[in-house]
């Protein structure tokens, strides 16, 4: 599990990366916990005291966690998380604070837990299993499809969008394979999740990728700041995955029927 620390006070933050450290190796040596693992060499954590700095490193850096100081000297926490959600909205976030002024404010934004400052270890323990349980519940969710090939189970998380050929359904991931197998998108709607949006007749998209809609278009990329291109149908036969045949960034195209409803669903999603 990877983990994001962001406060403005060191001894604070190397205060909590020792406990979430003593609590992976505490579980660890524990057999009968029944809480979700916590393996210490598995669970990384990475500090960082300036927002700025942590959300340079979302960019390219899948955090599943993230512990977030409301106060971040003259900026806000809840700002800060609601940022980090829009890059990644599958990211769990846990504030922490000395005040108990915010403690309504943060249920603006999705979040797991809200820990008091000085951060008691067995609040904290109580914390990350709640985090890890519902990371893990959405690792959990998988879309099947079948082919000649064989049967596969792709992870939600790691779909960027579906794309309809013909009788094909193309199956997009941010790993660069494309998933074919014959189909419409109605058979697969029960397995997709609310971040899941049709935009076209050809075209579903995965909100957890969508970083920007502009020009009736959504962009989609499995890693921010790369090129925009346009997407183009692919063909073949459906059998098993294939290599892509665009670049890492693309413009999916949004019907003039689904617009408003496309905006709708993204400005909700964004407002998480």
Known sequence: ?????????????????????????????????????????????DIFADPDELLFAAESEHYDLAFIDIELGDQSGIRLSNH????????????FSGYDDY??????????????????????????YAAQRKILSLKDKFLTISNKQGVFRIPLQEILFLEKSRRLILVHTADGEVFKTYGKFSDFE??????????????????????????????????????????????????GSSSPLYSPAQAIPISKTYYTQAREAFLKCLRR
């Open 1 to 45: 599990m990877r983990i994001a620390i962001c406060d403005d006070d060191p001894k604070a933050s190397s205060s909590l990366y020792q406990d979430i450290t003593k609590i992976a190796e505490e579980q660890l040596n524990t057999p009968q916990n029944t809480e979700p693992s916590l393996d210490p060499v598995m669970t990384r954590s």
């Open 103 to 128: 403690y309504l404010d943060v249920y603006n934004v999705d979040h797991v837990y809200f820990l008091k400052k000085p951060v008691d270890p067995e609040r904290l323990k109580t914390a990350l």
């Open 84 to 95: 980090l959600l829009r890059i990644h909205p599958d990211i769990q976030i846990i504030f």
């Open 190 to 239: 029960d397995s997709l999740d609310s971040l899941f949006f049709q935009c076209h007749t050809s075209y579903i998209v995965n909100f957890r990728y969508v970083s920007e809609m502009s020009d009736r278009k959504f962009l989609v990329s499995a890693r921010a700041g790369l090129q925009v291109s346009i997407v183009h149908p692919l063909h073949g036969s459906a059998e």
